[in-house]
């Protein structure tokens, strides 16, 4: 290395360029000796990066250069456990400065704004809330912004680093959503920050208003039912005045001591006209955890409108968890099974499976319920004996004894004498609904005889020899190496005719809804519908997984 590059290279370290005055501070951010000398406080630099007037540069360079790496790495500056942190509170316009950014229309320098407060909280907690405390408009800022996702963590991260004393700003939310004045405010949040929100309720703008609410029901959660969270839910009926915040509301008091008023209303909108909507099925699980056993004036009209309702799962979903407390009382449970068990025994028939695919889930949940108490009910002991019985058996993983035997006979006596052309009734075909090519008739399969497959409905050894010549053999296999070879080869009839009972079904047969959940996630369908759990229930209806994966591709 020559004279004149040892030169250049001392003219460009860092500690040259903290000696000038005054210090470039991009040249110090992009050196390639910062983070070394940062992490190990160097006496220089750390006076350096101290002083107000460099800290202010410092924040311009992360917030207003455009040069994207050069601001990361002046953000990096202020990450979790550096001391730099403390230094920008200590003048208020500086932190003032970085939470201005938050309302950058720059989705990145916004981020910039949040994570910079994220790391302040972590380590100099205090320090950050007092800030968020004492500046009148801090809080303002956050909750004019609150439906973005990072504000509403941010929101959520302070009331996490203080004692729920201290978060007066839930009370202020509370106001805002409301719009009005309300008295109820414990004395310690009537604070001069608390007021001027208040003032400002008519400035916040309704998505707001409702990502607000959701922000308390996010930070209320954590709490333990508390005087606190009793006053908060005496104030709900003052929101829930308002219909565009009936959904936020509802939900917030699901986590809250219980509100006569709330229940109230939630009865009616319980009842409202189909189709259902998110603010009807909110209300029901208002009345399954709160008035499940005060509903009798509304037990029937809310049945008649499950039975109506033939395409919203989720209310179908929060009316069987509905029933299932409300028939806890005895009265209810005797009026339910009157009401339901001709409906059911018309429309849960293994026949009517298939034609209401969607509902047949709920009315089996509810036939178990009702089975608990039914008496005297004609046409109910056959259907506990079939239907519910094979319903009970094949949602545990058990054999359907009922069926098994004849049906595995029948299947096998086709196969052998017909060359394997189709499946019974009760029996699925592969997991893609194409059989394999071993799976089709041939020659070896013709000439087998079908009896031992009927005398033994367990050892279907014969017909194993279509697997051993389909990947290997230009020979037909003797009859001698077929007692040998069949233990290892997979056999035919099992993907087209029920097999016997055994432990666990082979793979190609498999009709669990996990096997469901692997075909949908097959890029090749480009599924995009509802969830498979909000639109099938019912595997028992289909004789394939593929025709059931057919099906929710319909609900798109």
């Known amino acids: 290395m020559s004279f004149w590059d040892t030169q250049e290279d001392d003219e460009n370290s860092l500690s040259n360029i903290l000696d000038h005055d005054p210090v470039d501070m991009e040249a110090v951010i992009t050196n390639p000796s910062l983070f070394q000398s940062f992490r190990i406080r160097d006496e220089q630099l750390m006076n350096v990066l101290i002083k107000n007037e460099n800290l ?254 033939t395409s919203n799962t989720f209310f179908m979903l929060e009316y069987v968890n509905f029933f299932k407390e409300a028939t806890k009382d005895p009265s209810l449970a005797q009026k339910s099974a009157d009401l339901f068990a001709p409906y059911i025994l018309k429309n849960a028939r293994r026949s009517e499976w298939r034609k209401s695919v969607p509902r047949i889930g709920f009315l089996m949940m509810i036939a178990e319920q009702i089975d608990l108490y039914s008496e005297n009910i004609d046409g109910w002991e056959d259907f506990r004996n079939n239907e519910l019985k094979q319903w009970k058996e094949r949602e545990s993983g058990t054999p359907d004894d009922s069926v098994s035997m004849e049906t595995i006979s029948l299947a096998q006596r086709m196969a052998a004498s017909e060359g394997i052309k189709g499946t019974s009734p009760e029996e699925p075909k592969s997991a893609t609904g194409i059989p394999p090519k071993s799976d089709f008739s041939s020659p070896i399969i013709e000439k087998e005889e079908p009896k031992p497959a009927v005398e033994e409905p367990k050892k279907v050894e014969e017909p194993k020899k279509e697997e051993e010549k389909e990947p290997v053999k230009e020979e037909e296999p003797s009859e001698d190496e077929e007692p040998v070879k069949t233990n290892n080869a997979p056999n035919p009839l099992q993907n087209f005719s029920i097999p016997p009972p055994r432990p666990q079904q082979p793979k190609t047969t498999d009709i669990s809804v996990e096997k469901f959940f692997e075909l949908i996630k097959d890029p090749f369908w480009n599924y995009n519908g509802l969830p498979p759990e909000q639109v099938f229930h019912v595997k028992e209806a289909f004789d394939t997984a593929e025709e059931a994966f057919e099906f929710l591709v319909k609900q798109v």
């Open 56 to 309: 202010k540069k410092t924040i311009e360079i992360i917030f207003t250069n455009s040069n994207v790496k050069t601001a990361k790495l002046g953000l990096e500056l202020f990450g979790v456990k550096s001391p730099l942190l403390k230094y920008v509170f200590q003048d208020q316009k500086l932190a003032e400065m970085v939470l201005s950014y938050i309302n950058s229309t720059d989705e990145v320098k916004s981020g910039y704004s949040i994570r910079f407060f994220m790391n302040s909280f972590k380590e100099i907690p205090e320090v950050t809330s007092n800030f968020f405390n004492t500046y009148p408009d801090a809080y303002k800022t956050l909750f004019a912004l609150c439906d973005k996702v990072g504000v509403a963590d941010l929101i959520t991260t302070i009331a996490s680093n203080l004692q729920i004393e201290n978060c007066w700003f839930i009370w202020s939310a509370l106001l805002i959503a409301a719009g009005k004045d309300l008295g109820a405010a414990p004395k310690v949040w009537k604070s001069a920050p608390f007021l001027k929100l208040a003032s400002d309720s008519a400035k916040i703008q309704l998505k707001q208003k409702i990502a607000l609410i959701r922000v308390v029901k996010s930070i209320v959660s954590s709490i333990n039912p508390s005087p606190l969270t009793n006053r908060i839910s005496e104030i709900l009926p003052q929101i829930f005045s308002n219909q565009e915040l009936q959904l936020p509301v509802l939900e917030l008091a699901l986590i809250l001591p219980k509100n006569i008023t709330i229940v109230s209303e939630a009865k009616k909108l319980a009842l409202s006209p189909l189709p259902s909507n998110p603010k009807s099925v909110a209300a029901l699980s208002i009345l399954t955890k709160f008035a499940y056993n005060k509903c009798e004036d509304i037990f029937k009209p809310l049945a008649s409108k499950f039975i109506a309702d």
